[in-house]
């Protein structure tokens, strides 16, 4: 019996003579877990090594205890996974290319059709009935979602699944992916959305050129942030900051405590000159780690 549902250990990959991934370690349980990273940090190619669509060049991963290289057919028929980038089925409607996917998975006909049904009503898409290349970027997103959403597999990768999703449906995918994990199932995912991540991850694992920063729950990565609240200004405010990120006509200034900030707030003399004010989340915690400026 597998002790992690994911184990990533000493993972490299090369591209020529490239390092994408340079020695790469973490684990997931039954969880969702975010990967998250600037760029070309090494996520989707993590994501590919377990789904076995790439082979490492040298450390291991496993999927519920199989080896995803050795026993890739085994890995295969625990996971289903959404790429970042996907053929388009064009000609199917959104409900005859779910029902497909999940027969060619192993369900019947009958089976595959209300399921397909349920879950695209779930992602809210069960009145859309035209072919698939006349959805939006977001309807088609959906769709795959609703393929992923409706298998029966332990493991769900999913790369950037809510990219180009509008504000409400993300809310109700959110809270269909925490339903997914609580009925068993471990998710994977990749976003550059921080507030999702603080929203919805169980942990976080944070990647910068091919290695690994940070892997944790969001909220112990934002206590280590040495500040606790924010504030954008106008450039025009002219008042003394300890520290502060240069946004050209504005600066967003962080503070150490409600009482510092308010101090700040005292000497202002044009009200207007403050913009907004916040507490600081996992984005700030987040660009701290990566340009090496938090412990
Ligand atoms: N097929 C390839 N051949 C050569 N280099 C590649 C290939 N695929 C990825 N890379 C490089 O490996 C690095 C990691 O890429 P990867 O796609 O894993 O990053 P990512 O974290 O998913 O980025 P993004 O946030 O932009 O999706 C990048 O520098 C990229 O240019």
């Not at 000609?91 to 779910?98: A, C, H, N, S």
């Not at 698939?132 to 999913?158: C, H, I, K, N, P």
């Not at 006509?249 to 202002?268: I, N, T």
Request: proline share 3%.
């Amino acid at each position: 019996m597998a002790s992690n549902v994911v184990l990533v250990e000493g993972l490299v990959k090369k591209y020529g003579t490239y390092e994408a991934l340079k020695g790469l370690s973490f684990t997931s349980n039954t969880e969702l877990v975010i990967l998250a990273g600037p760029n070309g940090a090494g996520k989707t190619t993590t994501v590919e090594i377990l789904t076995t669509n790439l082979r490492p060049d040298s450390g291991r991963a496993e999927v519920m205890g199989y080896d995803v290289v050795n026993e890739y057919k085994a890995v295969r028929r625990v996971i289903a996974y959404l790429p970042q980038d996907y053929f388009v089925f064009g000609d199917l409607t959104p409900k005859e290319y779910v029902a497909s996917y999940l027969m060619a998975r192993g369900s019947s006909f009958w089976e595959a059709w209300r399921l397909a049904g349920e879950w695209l009503e779930a992602v809210g898409l069960s009145g859309v009935n035209r072919p698939m290349r006349q959805l939006s970027g977001g309807q088609m997103r959906r769709t795959y979602l609703a393929a992923m959403l409706a298998t029966d597999a332990e493991v769900l990768f999913l790369d950037e699944p809510t990219a180009g999703i509008d504000v409400e449906a993300r809310r109700d995918i959110w809270r269909l992916l925490r339903e997914k994990v609580r009925s068993g199932t471990c998710i994977l995912m990749t976003t550059h959305d921080m507030s999702e991540a603080e929203t919805i991850a169980d942990k976080v694992v944070i990647l910068n050129e091919g290695r690994m920063l940070y892997e944790g729950p969001p909220k112990a990565l934002v206590e280590k942030v040495g500040f606790s609240h924010k504030a954008v200004l106008s450039k025009e405010a002219r008042v003394e900051l300890k520290r502060y990120v240069d946004l050209g006509d504005r600066v967003l200034a962080y503070f150490s405590g409600k009482g510092e900030f308010e101090g700040l707030v005292s000497l202002l003399d044009d009200p207007r000159h403050l913009i907004s004010v916040g507490t600081v989340d996992l984005e700030d915690a987040y660009l701290l780690l990566v340009r090496g400026e938090l412990r």
